[in-house]
Every structure is written in structure tokens, then in C-alpha cells.
């Protein structure tokens, strides 16, 4: 039978500690603290954990990292992996979350963000979503210039048929994310970009033009990825990959696809309740629509702006983003446009505008919307769903009860068929605006319909 290999003291973190002047446990308390602020809450570790250290356990992802950073704050100096005498090539924390100079850092960022995910890595699902992050992105992407050359000098030939796999995936994928959910599908994708595009940026050899196409290609993908940790409510996780997405999108130099993802990001912070934020990236989604020509864009930006209006309780403000968005929508020309924008159609952008008039308390104008979004494309399930719960808020607050909880159920059944985290939230917000009426008959009948989704 192999004896265990006995692990040697930590005399370097040992050191470290005694120079630090932490006790076992102030330093572990430390580490708890600090872990919450950067992202990572609800780590439990004590004065034991930090002695199983010294006595040479190594730490898991992201505790080394945290370590560096509280050693280096408490001693005034930079502090390496090495000086805490755990291994190097430790993932740094903030991985993702910066928008690179250089094209170079840039793919090294991505696919190690690639790698981190496929390997379940506890920081990046845990990770909270970082306002400061998703500026500095908006900025940079505003402000770099366009690359050099972006021929790739590797040993693999890459061509159009590659990139034409990518984009193929990413289209097979959108599909099944909007039929059943992002909890469906996304672990598949984020192996894809691992195992095949990956190798593509690393060690493709390729010319400009062709470096350009997969750049686009994999920044749609990435993109996808991001959004569908978006739906699972990964918020940080899906910031990091929005982040990255719009650095490929730099890279092949390509507006319309960097707007599309500016105005991503906005959505994400619609969402989380961040409105002022969402206000400055769907703005930035516009100066990349205009820069692209691209009305379609230019609506989806402007629509954006408006339900952060919305959000921030300005109705006035609200309603001059949404008249500049219906302008741009009827200037549009979608046989000039992108193939991926053609979900936003008349439809989309009623769902849009309801979600404004929901927000500001409008029933009547959310109601209207509601319904005609609901003349919708039947493959976005996830978005009928959603559309279904506006109606059905909407009507709530013109005081339609029983026409209301139909709506509602229709929203129910169809939640009890995606693995989508937002649209469990949506359910739970329809639950709690129902609740005030739980006495009258159309609101019980909905609960005995719906009893199997109260887990839900």
C-alpha cells in the first residue's frame, strides 16, 4: 500500500503571518471580510484553516489570491504567489473583468476566462457584479483604437470554414437558449469556446481579414455565453464575459457588434435595479450604433435608455428616449443589417416599451404594448414568457384581476419548461403582485392551478 506523501510547513506563510503581525485568527477573520468585498462571500475559514496552511495544505482558488492582496495592503509591498510559498500561476481574481490594451492580453484573458469556467471555478460563479468594471469597458471601448494587423502566426491554418463552425454554433445554441433556458445549454458552450475556439486565437495562423472574422465570430459567442450566465442570475460572471466579448468585438473592429453588446450590458443593469449605470452603457450602445449606421442598434440602445429613465423615475425623460427609438426603428433597413439584430422586431420593441410603462405605474400603456408583443416570433419561449408576466402587471394595475391571473398562469406553465433563472424571477415578482388579492376567487383558482410551480 503507497504511503502519503507527507506535505512540508509553509515556513514562508509562517514568516509572512509573524512579519504581519496577525494572529492565526485576526488573519483568517481578514480573509473573510476581504473575500466579501471582492466578490466573494459567505468564505468561513478560522484560525484552524490558517494553520492546516502552515502546515503546508494548499488553499483552494480564490484564497491565494485574497492572501496576496491582505499581505500586501498590511505590509506596503507587492506580494507574489511565491512569497506565500504556494504555487504560481495562481487565476488572479479579477480575471475578465478588464477591458486589455493589447489584443495579445486580450486572448490570454479570454481563454483563461474560458478555462476558469469550464473548470467550475468557485470565484467566477460566486463573483458579484463590479460597476467599476463594466465603465471602464464602456470607456475603453469607446476610446482604443482600432488594431494593427491581426494576423495570427501559429501552427494551425485557420479558415473560413472555421470561422463559419463558430458562428453556426452560436446560432444552434441561440435557438436552444431561447426555446429551453439558459441551464440547458450554457455549460456546452463555454466547453465549445474551450476546446475549440481556444486553439483558433492561441495558435491559429491566419491573415488580417481572417483574424478580423474570428474575432467577430468568437466575441458573438462569448457574448452568448454571457448572457445566458445573465439568465441563470451569474451576474458577475456574465459582466466578465460581456466584458471580454466587447474586447473581441474591438479586435475585429466591428461597431455594430460592440454597440449589440454595450446594450447587453445595459440590460444586465436594468435588471439588477443599477439604472444610473444601465444609462451610461445604453448611451455608449448608441455611439457605437451611429458609428455602425445601424438604425436597428440604434433603437435597441435608445429603447434602453429609456426604461433606465424609468427606472430613475424621470417619465419626461422616459418618454423622449422612447419617441427617439421608435424613429430610429422606423429608419431602419434590416436587409443592410447584421443577421443577429433580426430579433429585434416590432414585437421586441413593444416588450420594451412596456416594461417602461410597468415601471412608471402606466397600466393602461403597458397593457397596450403588452399585447402587441405578444404578436411575437413562437421560437423565443423564454421571451413569451416574459412578455406574458407584463401583460399580465400590467393588467394588475389597471385593476383587470381575473384577465390578469389568466395571463399569469399562461406565464406559469410556460416557466415551468425553462431552466432560466430570470424567469423564476419573474414568477416570484407576478406571485408578489398578486399577493394583496390572494382573498379573491380568480387569484385562489390560480393558485390551485398552478400549485405544482409554487417551488418555482
Known amino acids: 500500500m503507497r504511503r502519503a506523501m507527507k506535505r512540508e510547513p509553509n515556513a514562508l506563510l509562517r514568516q509572512l503571518i509573524a512579519e504581519a503581525g496577525f494572529s492565526h485568527k485576526g ?6 471580510d476581504w473575500g466579501a468585498t471582492r466578490g466573494t462571500p459567505g468564505l468561513k475559514y478560522d484560525h484552524s484553516s490558517v494553520l492546516r496552511w502552515i502546515g503546508g495544505q494548499r488553499p483552494r482558488d480564490p484564497v491565494p489570491g485574497l492572501l496576496t492582496e491582505i ?34 492580453e486580450g486572448i490570454a484573458t479570454v481563454t483563461a476566462l474560458w478555462r476558469a469556467d469550464v473548470e467550475r471555478r468557485r470565484f467566477l460563479i ?3 457584479f463590479a460597476i467599476g468594471a463594466g ?30 463552425a463558430i458562428r453556426e454554433v452560436t446560432r444552434s445554441f441561440g435557438e436552444l437558449d431561447n426555446r429551453f433556458g439558459s441551464g440547458r445549454v450554457r455549460s456546452s458552450v463555454v466547453r465549445y469556446l474551450d476546446t475549440a475556439v481556444s ?5 491559429g495562423l491566419y491573415d488580417d481579414d481572417t483574424g478580423r472574422q474570428l474575432a467577430a465570430a468568437a ?35 466591428d461597431h455594430t457588434l460592440g454597440g449589440e453588446i454595450l446594450a447587453g450590458m445595459a440590460h444586465q443593469a436594468i435588471y439588477m435595479g443599477q439604472s444610473a449605470h444601465a444609462l451610461d452603457l445604453a448611451r455608449a450602445a448608441q455611439q457605437s450604433a451611429r458609428r455602425a449606421g445601424v438604425h436597428t442598434l440604434l433603437a435597441s440602445a435608445q429603447v434602453l435608455e429609456a426604461h433606465a429613465h424609468a427606472g430613475l423615475g424621470d417619465a419626461r425623460a422616459c418618454g423622449v428616449s422612447l419617441h427617439a427609438a421608435e424613429q430610429a426603428f422606423d429608419a431602419r433597413r434590416p436587409s443592410d443589417e447584421p443577421a ?40 423565443y419561449v423564454r421571451g413569451r414568457m416574459f412578455n406574458l408576466s407584463l401583460l399580465a402587471a400590467g393588467l394588475m394595475q389597471c385593476g383587470e384581476l381575473e384577465e390578469a391571473c389568466a395571463a399569469a398562469g399562461d406565464a406559469f406553465a410556460l416557466a415551468g419548461e425553462l431552466q432560466s433563472a430570470r424567469s423564476r424571477s419573474y414568477v416570484a415578482d407576478l406571485r408578489r403582485r398578486l399577493e394583496p388579492y390572494r382573498s379573491e376567487r380568480p387569484v385562489q383558482l ?5 400549485r405544482e410551480l409554487t417551488a418555482v
Open 219 to 253: 466575441a458573438e459567442l462569448t457574448r452568448l455565453a454571457g448572457w445566458m450566465a445573465y439568465d441563470m442570475e451569474q451576474h458577475g460572471l456574465a459582466q466578465r464575459y460581456l466584458i471580454q466579448a466587447l474586447r473581441l468585438a474591438r479586435g475585429a473592429d
Open 340 to 379: 443577429w439584430l433580426s430579433y429585434f422586431d416590432e414585437a421586441y420593441l413593444s416588450a420594451k416599451f412596456a416594461h417602461c410603462f410597468r415601471d412608471l405605474g402606466e397600466g393602461e400603456r403597458a397593457v397596450r404594448q403588452a399585447r402587441r408583443s405578444l404578436d411575437m416570433d413562437g421560437r
Open 126 to 128: 460566486d463573483s458579484t
Open 199 to 203: 486553439p483558433l486565437l492561441k495558435d
Open 135 to 164: 465603465s471602464v469597458g464602456a470607456v475603453r471601448w469607446l476610446t482604443s483604437p482600432s488594431e494593427g494587423h491581426l494576423g495570427g502566426t501559429g501552427s494551425r491554418r485557420v479558415g473560413r470554414a472555421d470561422v463559419a
Open 71 to 104: 499581505f500586501a495592503m498590511r505590509l506596503g509591498r507587492p506580494v507574489t504567489a511565491e512569497d506565500l510559498g504556494m504555487p504560481a500561476g495562481l487565476t488572479p481574481l479579477a480575471l475578465g473583468q478588464e477591458f486589455t490594451h493589447t489584443w495579445q
Open 446 to 450: 390560480l393558485r390551485e392551478r398552478t
Open 27 to 32: 488573519l483568517a477573520r481578514c480573509l473573510n
